[in-house]
C-alpha cells in the first residue's frame, strides 16, 4: 500500500491472513469484506479486543473497516495503527465504535450513517432477473442516472463484475443490481435501481434475489449498504434475509 510505512514500536500486532481476521472477530462480514485488501497491498491490524483491516480502492474509497469489543478498544488502537495509514482511508464500523475512533484520532469526523446488512443464506429467487452483457451498460448507466446518481458501482468500474436485470415486455430494462468489490468470503451487492416509471411494480425483490442467490454459490455470505432514509429498500432486503446493523464511516477533514 502506498505510503502505508512501517510498523511502530507499541503498535497493534500486524495480521498477516483472513484467517487471522476471521477467528479473531467471529467471522463479522464487515470486517472479512475488507479483508480482501491483504490481497494487494492491504494491511491489518489486531489490538486488545479490536481489529483494522485496510483496504485500497474498494467500492471507490480506501476504506479501514473496524471491528471492536468495545469502543474504547477500538479508539485505542485506531490511535495507534490510523497514522500509519494515508489520510485517504477512511474507517468505518459499527457507530459507536466509529463515533468512539473518530473522538480519539485529531483531524477526524464522522461524515455518513448508513446500514451494513448481510446474510448467509437467502431466499431463493422465484422469478429470476436476467445477466446482462456489455451490451447493457448504456441502459445501464440510464437508469442508474435517473433513479440512483449517486451510485458507486457503474458499468465500467473496476471492481464491479456482474449485472443483473429485469426487462418489460417490449425488452427495456426497467431494474437493475450489481455484484462488486468481494472477498474470498463476502460478496456485495451494489448499484440496485429501479426505474422511477416502474416503482412500485415488485422488481426491488426478484433482482436482490437473483444477485444474492448468485453471491451465496462462491462466497459465504452476501452484504450490502443501504441508506438511513431508504427505508422501502431496507424492507426489501429483510424480506430477502439480510441482517441490518448501523454502522458509520468517518474521514479527515
Not at 49 to 71: F, G, H
Not at 79 to 102: C, M, N, T
Request: aromatic residues 6%; hydrophobic residues 50%.
Amino acid at each position: 500500500m502506498t505510503g502505508a510505512g512501517t510498523a511502530q514500536p507499541g503498535a497493534g500486532r500486524e495480521l498477516r491472513s483472513v484467517e487471522e481476521i476471521a477467528a479473531l472477530t467471529g467471522g463479522d462480514t464487515l470486517v472479512l469484506w475488507a479483508a480482501q485488501g491483504l490481497e494487494r497491498g492491504g494491511r491489518a491490524w489486531a489490538g486488545e479486543d479490536a481489529v483494522i483491516s485496510a483496504a485500497p480502492a474498494i467500492s471507490t474509497r480506501d476504506r479501514a473497516a473496524v471491528w471492536a469489543r468495545s469502543p474504547q478498544a477500538a479508539a485505542a488502537l485506531a490511535r495507534e495503527v490510523l497514522p500509519q495509514l494515508p489520510r485517504s482511508f477512511r474507517p468505518f464500523g459499527d457507530r459507536p465504535v466509529i463515533e468512539a475512533v473518530a473522538a480519539a484520532v485529531p483531524g477526524l469526523e464522522v461524515v455518513g450513517r448508513f446500514g451494513w446488512m448481510d446474510a448467509r443464506e437467502t431466499a431463493p429467487p422465484e422469478a429470476p432477473a436476467e445477466w446482462l452483457t456489455d451490451v447493457d451498460a448504456e441502459a445501464v448507466s440510464g437508469i442508474l442516472d435517473r433513479a440512483y446518481p449517486i451510485s458507486y458501482a457503474r458499468p465500467g468500474v473496476t471492481g464491479v463484475t456482474h449485472w443483473a436485470g429485469i426487462r418489460d415486455d417490449a425488452g427495456r430494462l426497467l431494474a437493475v443490481g450489481a455484484l462488486a468489490w468481494p472477498s474470498p468470503q463476502v460478496s456485495l451487492l451494489s448499484g440496485i435501481a429501479v426505474d422511477p416509471s416502474a416503482r412500485g411494480k415488485g422488481l426491488a425483490l426478484p433482482l436482490c434475489a437473483t444477485l444474492a442467490h448468485a453471491a451465496l454459490a462462491t462466497h459465504d455470505a452476501v452484504a450490502l449498504m443501504v441508506e438511513d432514509a431508504n427505508t422501502s429498500a431496507r424492507r426489501v432486503y429483510e424480506r430477502l434475509g439480510l441482517h441490518h446493523r448501523p454502522v458509520a464511516a468517518a474521514a479527515f477533514a
